[in-house]
C-alpha cells in the first residue's frame, strides 16, 4: 500500500539441516537504512503444504490428535502434510484426510492460504475445505495412529481456549469455515 | 486424551545462527517405534513473544504494515515483539503497541496463548487484548516507520481473504476479539 519494497542486496544460507535452511539477507530499504535480517526457509524442501477443514456437515468437523516435538505434548490439530511431486493439491489433502483421520472426501476446495510467520518464514500453506466424507484409511508414516475426533462449530470458541489446542493456522481455517458455513 | 507422551531418548542442537537454534530429538513412541525428529528452538531467545489487538471502539482495530522478510513483501500484521528481561507482558505488549502502531492503551487483558507449528517449533505467543487508546509513539528498533490502518470487524471475512494479509496468529486473534465483543 504504497512503501517501495526494500532492495536485497545479498541473500545467502547461514545453515542447513536434514529439515530447516536458513537464510541471511542484507536489505536497504527505501529510506536509505540497511539491515540484516535471518529468516527460515525451505521449511517443507519446496512441496507445497497443506490442511483441511472435514466438515461432516455443516455444524460438526472431525479433528487428529497428534504427538507435537515442538511442544513435547499430544496437540489437537487438522489433518495436514506435504502434497507430493507431480500429485495435485487437493489430491493430496484428501490423500492427508486418509491418513491421518481415516476420512476420504468427495468434494474438496480451496479455501486460503495462510502464513506462519511472514517476518522470519518462507513458510505458506493452502487450507483445503472437504466435505461428503466417507470412511477410508490409508497408511501413512506417522509413527503410531492418530487419535480422531469429532467437535461442533459451536463449541469452537471454547476449543481455542483449550491448552491442548494451540495451532493459530488450525484455528483460523475452522474460524473461516464456521463464517462460510454461516452465510 | 489417553496416549502416553514417547519418551525423549535423546535431544542435541545440530544448528545455531544468530536468530535460530535447531534441535535434533531421538523418540521412542508408546507403541515402541523409534523416531528422530527435527524441531526449531529458541525462536525468541527465551523471552515472551506478545501480539496485541488495539480496538478502537467495539467495532473498529489497528493494524500495521510492515515489511516481511520470510514473503518479501508488504504485509499487514498486529503489532508484536518480544516482551524485555524483567518488563511485565502487558508493559511490553503497550510499548510494542507504542512503537509500532503509535498508540497507548489504558486497559490491556491477556486474551490466550498460540503457538506457530507445534510439530516442529518450540515457539509461544501471548496474545493481549488492547482498549481506551490514546495517541503516543514510541521509538522503536525498526528500520523505517510502519503503515498504520483501521479495519472494522465487519470486513474481517473479506479481510483474511486480502493477498497482503496472511498470518494466521494475527487472523486467530482478530476471529476471538470478535467472537468476545460479539457475546
Redesign the interface.
Known amino acids: 500500500?504504497?512503501?517501495s519494497?526494500?532492495k536485497?542486496l545479498n541473500k545467502k544460507e547461514?545453515?542447513?539441516?536434514?529439515?530447516?535452511r536458513?537464510e541471511?539477507?542484507n536489505?536497504r530499504?527505501?529510506?536509505g537504512?540497511e539491515?540484516t535480517?535471518?529468516?527460515?526457509a525451505g521449511?517443507n524442501s519446496g512441496h507445497s503444504a497443506v490442511m483441511v477443514v472435514p466438515l461432516l456437515d455443516d455444524e460438526r468437523f472431525v479433528m487428529i490428535?497428534?504427538?507435537?516435538?515442538?511442544?513435547?505434548?499430544?496437540?489437537l490439530?487438522l489433518p495436514k502434510g506435504l502434497v507430493e511431486p507431480g500429485e495435485d493439491l487437493l489430491d493430496g489433502a484428501n490423500r492427508e484426510l486418509m491418513e491421518e483421520a481415516g476420512y476420504g472426501a468427495r468434494h474438496l476446495e480451496r479455501l486460503?492460504?495462510?502464513?506462519?510467520?511472514?517476518?522470519?518464514?518462507?513458510?505458506?500453506m493452502q487450507v483445503v475445505i472437504a466435505r461428503d466424507l466417507y470412511e477410508k484409511r490409508l497408511q501413512g508414516d506417522e509413527?503410531?495412529m492418530l487419535?480422531v475426533?469429532i467437535f461442533r462449530f459451536d463449541q469452537l470458541?471454547e476449543l481455542?481456549?483449550r491448552p491442548?489446542f494451540?495451532?493459530?493456522?488450525a484455528?483460523?481455517a475452522l474460524?473461516?469455515a464456521r463464517?462460510l458455513l454461516g452465510q
Not at 490428535?65 to 496437540?75: L, S
Not at 486460503?112 to 505458506?124: A, D, I, W
Request: glycine share 4%; net charge negative; hydrophobic share 35%.
Open positions: 500500500m504504497g512503501l519494497t526494500p536485497v547461514v545453515a542447513r539441516t536434514r529439515l530447516f536458513i541471511e539477507m536489505l530499504f527505501s529510506n537504512v539491515r535480517y535471518e529468516r527460515l521449511f490428535e497428534e504427538y507435537a516435538a515442538g511442544t513435547e505434548d499430544y496437540q490439530s486460503t492460504e495462510l502464513t506462519l510467520s511472514p517476518n522470519y518464514m518462507t513458510h505458506r509413527p503410531e487419535g475426533h470458541s481455542v481456549q491442548d494451540t495451532e493459530a493456522r484455528m483460523v474460524f473461516m463464517d
